[in-house]
């Protein structure tokens, strides 16, 4: 019975949340039919527990739903994720869905911040090289508005793998919002400047032109250009790139 009914039950249980879901029920009814799958205690509470707490994030930004009823379901949520981590202290995974769903629950109650932090710093001793545990801490800082600490830990990101342009473009970004821009103009000169080292691809330039776009923002002109330049050599079909030069 355990070992084969249980989790058809609890699948079951599933399906009909994510019914209920596409369904638009009031989100008392989805909280507690997610108890009720979990009330099985069977390999698929880790599922169930995941898209608990994917739904709890997309509520954070719904417009029609009060902060309480919001905070209640992301609470429900998160007691789920933290018997996982109970049960499995070393589960990555379900540390890094906690500090997500915290990090965005954050503006809704703001003690959520250091939940969040205390889990992401917890999956970045398990794995240190996960550059994914490292943007989720940088979420954190920019979070309390600590720029300075956030530009520290991108920069040791970028340390872990130079050759990975999303974690140069972050770094460059978050530097030039938040006042460095020599350290914007250290990344541009170090990564974007030799465009022969594998940096050539569409992705790399759509987070080129964040940085572009902020400079404009800033109505630093001739630095955008300059940026924007260097997307058009990454990605040269792309008809809006040069339209931004014009």
Do not use: C
Not at 15 to 39: H, T, Y
Not at 172 to 198: C, H, K, M, W, Y
């Amino acid at each position: 019975y355990f070992a084969n009914v249980r989790p058809m039950l609890e699948s079951k249980e599933l399906i009909n949340v994510l019914g209920l879901l596409r369904q638009q029920i009031f989100v008392e009814v989805v909280s507690s039919q997610f108890e009720k799958a979990l009330a099985y205690h069977t390999f698929g509470d880790n599922e169930t527990r995941e898209q608990f707490s994917r739904l709890a994030i997309q509520l954070v930004d719904n417009k029609q739903l009060s902060p309480d009823k919001k905070i209640s379901f992301i609470t429900s949520a998160a007691e789920e994720l933290e018997k996982e981590i109970a049960d499995y202290p070393a589960d990555i995974k379900a540390r890094l869905a906690l500090g997500v769903l915290y990090n965005r629950a954050a503006v809704l109650n703001p003690a959520y911040i250091e939940k969040a932090k205390t889990h992401i710093e917890e999956a970045i001793r398990l794995s240190p090289a996960r550059q994914t545990s490292h943007f989720l801490l940088v979420d954190n800082y920019l979070a309390r508005n600590d720029f300075n600490k956030a530009i520290e830990i991108l920069e040791k990101t970028v340390a872990l793998e130079p050759r990975f342009i999303g974690a140069q473009m972050n770094l460059a970004f978050i530097a030039l919002i938040g006042g460095r821009q020599d350290i914007t103009e250290n990344v541009f000169q170090d990564s974007i400047v030799p465009l022969g080292s594998g940096y050539q691809s569409i992705p790399d330039a759509v987070a080129v032109v964040r940085v572009a776009d902020a400079y404009v923002q800033r109505q630093d002109f001739m630095k955008a250009l300059q940026w924007y330049k260097a997307v058009i050599v990454m990605d040269p079909e792309n008809a809006q790139y040069r339209a931004n030069i014009a």
